[in-house]
C-alpha cells in the first residue's frame, strides 16, 4: 500500500520506538533496532525498514510506524486489531527473556501511549 504520510515523521517514530526498546531492554542501540526490525516489523533489518518507509510503501507490520502517542484514532483501531499477532510474536520472541515486565507493559511502552488509546488490548 502505497500511502502519502510523512516520511520524516514515520523515521522518527521508529527512530524513538528503537531508542525505547533499548533502554527497555537494557540492551545497545543496535540490538534494539534488529529486535523491533525482527519481532515487531517482521522485517530482516532497521535498513529495510527505513528503505520501505523511504519508498511510501507500508506493506506489512509496517504501519506500526504510525503509532505515536498522537497518532489519530484510526491508527490505534488498526493497532487494536493487530495487537493478538503482536503480542504472540514477543511472548515467543528473544524479547520476553530480555524484559522483566509484562509483554502486554512492554508493547505500551514500546509504543509509548495507554491502553485506554485501543480498545481491545489484552
Known sequence: MSVNYDKHKLHEN?????????KLLDVPLAKAQF???????????????RSKIDDGH??????????????????FDIFAK??????LALEESP???????????????LFDFKPENISSAR
Not at 17 to 22: F, H, I, N, T
Not at 39 to 46: G, I, L, Q
Not at 95 to 109: A, D, H, M, Q, S
Open 14 to 22: 521508529v527512530k524513538r520506538q528503537s531508542k525505547r526498546l533499548a
Open 35 to 49: 529486535l523491533l526490525s525482527v519481532h515487531v516489523y517482521s522485517e530482516p533489518s532497521y535498513a529495510e525498514i
Open 58 to 75: 507500508l506493506s506489512g507490520k509496517l504501519h506500526f510506524a504510525l503509532v505515536a502517542p498522537d497518532a489519530e484514532q484510526h491508527v
Open 82 to 87: 493487530e495487537f493478538g499477532d503482536l503480542y
Open 95 to 109: 524479547v520476553k527473556e530480555l524484559y522483566n515486565g509484562t509483554i502486554r507493559e512492554l508493547i505500551f511502552k
